[in-house]
């Protein structure tokens, strides 16, 4: 019988079943939150939402617009309030709902210092008032070449940088296949990689792909 092939998490929590090798840190780089020009919030990670509460526990006093499926459950595991949740992940498709549904809003969106799409400058060509606060930045974790993901191993990729940060630590080896969280990532992909996209952005749905591709190595 053919060893199964080992999945590899690289997102910052530990998920039963596969195995932990967390690419990214955080550092908080706000000590307020300028909540006193806008109206609403826009977050697009489960992390700004955990950030903003340990600034300033009253982001919970303003209505929410929550990018992916993690940026909703954590806002109202916090006890916020979810506005709108869009369908698409995507940054142009998101952009021209919040220009259809939010143009008559002050929106202050709770940012990475990084982000795959330009929002602000997309909408303001739209006529949209949205001002942006940077209050965390994402870092690589260094790994020794011991750490590196056996052959034939199965990688859940859950966003661009940590994408980049195994490509910092380790090559890439063919033998792998990546399992990437949605479309923004698969753009960062090497271009001889393998790999499936989850059938929704969630790290739970991207685990139960990982795990449909194991059972079809038998």
Known sequence: ?????????????????????????????AETLNLYTCDTLMFTSKQAVITADSI???????????????????IEALGGKVIYH?????????????????SDRHILYLRPREVSFDS????????????????????????????????EAIIIFTSPSTIHCFLENFAWDRSYTAVVIGKATLAHLPHEADYAVADEPLISSCI????LLQKDAF
């Open 1 to 29: 019988m053919a060893q199964e092939r080992p999945v590899y998490l690289l997102s910052p929590t530990p998920k039963e079943g596969t195995r932990s090798l967390p690419m990214i840190r955080f550092r908080t780089v």
């Open 56 to 74: 300033d526990t009253r982001w919970k006093q303003y209505p929410c617009i929550a990018i992916g499926g993690a940026t909703k459950k954590q």
């Open 86 to 102: 869009p369908e698409s992940y995507y940054g142009e498709a998101l952009s021209q709902d919040i220009v259809r549904f939010f």
């Open 120 to 151: 602000r400058a997309f909408l303001e060509k739209a006529g949209i008032r949205l001002e942006e606060q940077i209050i965390y930045e994402t870092g690589c974790i260094s790994y020794g070449k011991e750490k590196m993901p056996e052959r």
């Open 208 to 211: 139960a792909k990982a795990k």
